[in-house]
T-cell receptor, first 112, second 114 residues
Framework: GEDVEQSLFLSVREGDSSVINCTYT??????LYWYKQEPGAGLQLLTY?????DMKQDQRLTVLLNKKDKHLSLRIADTQTGDSAIYFC????????????FGSGTRLSIRP | DGGITQSPKYLFRKEGQNVTLSCEQN?????MYWYRQDPGQGLRLIYY???????QKGDIAEGYSVSREKKESFPLTVTSAQKNPTAFYLC?????????????FGEGSRLTVL
């Protein structure tokens, strides 16, 4: 079945760039998302990319998609303490798909 | 403000008891979802509903039940048949006409079985 995989932890120094990686198995994935979860809270959509795109940039966030390798990454430039959170990669086949498959989440911690 | 409200935020249950988690949305969304979150396992889909009076099982529906009598409400009952119910439960909704398929989440309910 479909699967989305992420590493569980990432630690970066404040001011450095953070790169969170994700791989997925469903070649028919059309929509790929990054959600952010702060401690004890729900998830919020951070950014998304369509499968016909290679890259999307939004202020400090850059999403790269390698469709051939089914690899998605999220780069956060100039990482701040407020970026500490769990980041979830997710995919779906179409926008109204019933099933959205989430990865296990990557916990990003920031060192001073 | 529009959003999704889950209650209670924290809930303690004795073994053998059923508990019901509330989820209400005023976003006029058609679809609603219940996810379970365990450390290191991400989100797993329990049940979802795309329209009033209709719902489908997700990947881990055993030991749970839902109802969808109103568009705004999608309560989840954790029954005594659920073997390991201690977890963080998240409710979400989305619009049928969404262009990017964004899910909107509540703040979650943490259930602990004593």
């Amino acid at each position: 079945g479909e699967d989305v995989e992420q590493s569980l932890f990432l630690s970066v120094r404040e001011g450095d760039s953070s790169v969170i990686n994700c791989t997925y198995t469903d070649s028919s994935s059309t929509y790929l998302y990054w959600y952010k979860q702060e401690p004890g809270a729900g998830l919020q959509l951070l950014t998304y990319i369509f499968s016909n795109m290679d890259m999307k940039q939004d202020q400090r966030l850059t999403v790269l998609l390698n469709k051939k390798d089914k690899h998605l990454s999220l780069r956060i430039a100039d990482t701040q303490t407020g970026d500490s959170a769990i980041y979830f990669c997710a995919e779906s086949q179409y926008s109204s798909a019933s099933k959205i498959i989430f990865g296990s989440g990557t916990r990003l911690s920031i060192r001073p | 403000d529009g959003g999704i409200t889950q209650s209670p935020k924290y809930l303690f249950r004795k073994e053998g008891q059923n508990v019901t988690l509330s989820c209400e949305q005023n976003l006029n969304h058609d679809a609603m979802y219940w996810y379970r979150q365990d450390p290191g396992q991400g989100l797993r889909l329990i049940y979802y509903s795309q329209i009033v009076n209709d719902f489908q099982k997700g990947d881990i529906a055993e030991g749970y039940s839902v109802s969808r009598e109103k568009k705004e409400s999608f309560p989840l009952t954790v029954t005594s048949a659920q073997k390991n119910p201690t977890a963080f439960y998240l409710c979400a909704s989305r619009s049928a006409g969404t262009s990017i398929g964004e899910l909107f989440f509540g703040e979650g309910s943490r259930l602990t079985v004593l």
